[in-house]
């Protein structure tokens, strides 16, 4: 339901704004995982995040497709995933030196405040 909310928002007002208003609820989702120790905290959480992984998405998917139709879908897919791959990599080798050094629970803590700051990066957008 939230979904469709956004979508009926995102056609009145700027997909920037709505994506700005959103993004540090998804990061606060990020940051509060490792603290959710209860059924119910971790039900808030986790739901706290997917509505505003939602929230993003839409304004983020509509982008990506206007940014495609400008400059040929091919060449900017291709771009977009070799950008994707690279990072992923660095960070699977950042994440793996920072569990080998570091107890599993604040390997995880990291993990997690890595994943708030890069969906902070969605602002670029």
Request: proline fraction near 3%; charged fraction near 15%.
């Amino acid at each position: 339901l939230f979904g469709f909310f956004v979508g009926e928002i995102s056609d009145r007002f700027s997909r920037r704004k709505i994506l700005r208003t959103l993004l540090p609820f998804m990061a606060l989702g990020y940051l509060l995982r490792p603290l959710a120790t209860t059924g119910l905290r971790v039900l808030l959480t986790d739901s706290l995040a997917k509505a505003a992984l939602i929230g993003v998405r839409i304004p983020q998917m509509y982008r990506l497709y206007v940014k495609g139709r400008e400059l040929g879908a091919l060449r900017y897919v291709l771009a977009m995933e070799m950008t994707l791959s690279v990072t992923k990599c660095l960070l699977a080798l950042a994440l793996a030196g920072t569990f080998l050094v570091l107890p599993a629970s604040t390997g995880f803590a990291v993990a997690f405040a890595i994943a708030a700051a890069f969906s902070l990066l969605y602002v670029a957008l």
